[in-house]
């Protein structure tokens, strides 16, 4: 294995690079080597054997320095994580040494044009019985896409929903890359048209019907985790940032850090990050103890995340000013990044939902206005 600590160091010197022109090939196969690529995995198929809140850290550290880096850390440890719960003895066999390795690059492809936050509407098909099927579909914006070995595929069957894991050397894959999009430029994001793929039946990961119920919300849980703390890291980077030029730019003899206004705007983005990290550590916290409550906390700790993302991000652009619109700024890079996390792996509004449907289950009767 190699230093993470030498990968992070990279990121801090190239992320801009990266953004631009894509994570290089070269960096994937660093990450890979550096074990992070099957950190929370078994160490019998080559992962770190690293329970949730070591996850969570290791995507903070990645997050403060490049989100396309930690987004290749996203991918490749939810597919693993969905392998392993929902896997055969024989798949995992097969699939886990190859993604915690990385001599399989893996991609999620569930979104498409009329599915995104909701995947009721993919219509993607798998078709045949047997050992062999078909399927066929156009899936959007798939991180990491671009240079995938394997995606997780979610589409239909006759029996129900169903999600299978398709090579992309197979005849029938088109892979269109995707550039310039607001966030995650560096992702070696694609769109990806499967036209009559032939996928062995078995690579189907569980039974049909619960192909989107429970294998691909497997992967969207583990992904909203190390989402969560990759925009915490994001956060804490541009309140750095933001404090940093605050204490050594001067506007004729004062220090911006001597305005009221500005460190109002560093005060709120404390606070909003001590929340994030408190959301974010409860979520560690059950799941490692295996609560059922883990899951809505995940959720919960992905929503604050995301928003102090955005909005520290944001503010740390406006104490910048210039300097954080500037083509190299992080606080600039950050900002835009942030936005995607409040879209993906469930948007902010859906999450809202949920959690107001917990507050509403668990709600109790007052007693001098507090809570029994």
């Known amino acids: 294995m190699t230093d993470l600590g030498a990968l992070l160091l990279a990121a801090e010197t190239d992320a801009a690079a990266w953004d631009r022109a894509g994570l290089p090939g070269e ?34 550290r990645l997050g403060a320095v490049c989100t396309s880096l930690r987004s290749l850390f996203t991918v490749q440890t939810m597919v693993a994580a969905t392998v392993d719960r929902w896997g055969t003895p024989a798949q995992r066999e097969t699939w886990l040494p190859a993604l915690t390795a990385g001599d399989a690059i893996a991609g999620l492809a569930a979104t498409e044009l009329g599915a995104g936050s909701d995947l009721s509407g993919v219509r993607t098909t798998f078709t045949g019985d047997g050992e062999l099927l078909r399927v066929s579909g156009r899936k959007l914006w798939v991180t990491f896409g671009a240079v995938a070995d394997v ?32 966030g995650l430029r560096g992702a070696r994001v694609a769109h990806i048209d499967l036209a009559d793929v032939a996928v062995p039946a078995d ?47 001067t506007q004729g003899a004062t220090r911006l850090a001597d305005h009221q206004a500005v460190r109002a705007m560093l005060g709120r983005s404390w606070v909003d990050i001590e929340g994030a990290r408190a959301l974010c550590e409860r979520a560690a916290d059950q ?36 300097a954080g619109c500037a083509p190299d700024a992080r606080a600039g890079r950050f900002f835009r990044d942030a936005k995607i996390m409040q879209i993906i792996e469930g948007a ?24 029994r």
């Open 348 to 371: 902010r509004e859906i999450a809202e939902q949920d959690i107001g449907e917990f507050v509403l289950r668990r709600a109790e009767p007052l007693t001098n206005g507090l809570p």
């Open 287 to 322: 799941r490692r103890t295996r609560e059922p409550a883990a899951l809505l906390s995940t959720i919960a700790a992905k929503y604050a995340a995301a928003a102090a993302a955005a909005t520290v991000s944001e503010r740390t652009v406006q104490i910048l000013g210039a």
């Open 203 to 249: 690579h189907l990961l569980a039974r049909p019907g619960f192909g989107r119920s429970h294998v691909i919300g497997t992967a969207l849980d583990h992904g909203r985790f190390t989402i969560a703390w990759g925009c915490l890291g994001m956060a804490e980077a541009c309140l750095a940032d933001a404090s940093a030029h605050a204490r050594e730019r």
């Open 151 to 182: 995606l997780l595929v979610l589409g239909n069957a006759p029996d129900g929903p169903v999600a299978a894991l398709v090579r992309t050397d197979q005849p029938g894959v088109t892979v269109e890359p995707v550039a310039d999009q607001l």
């Open 27 to 60: 960096v994937i196969m660093t990450a890979a080597a550096s074990g992070l690529l099957g950190l929370d995995r078994p160490g019998r198929f080559g992962g770190g054997d690293a329970d949730a809140l070591e996850l969570g850290r290791t995507a903070a």
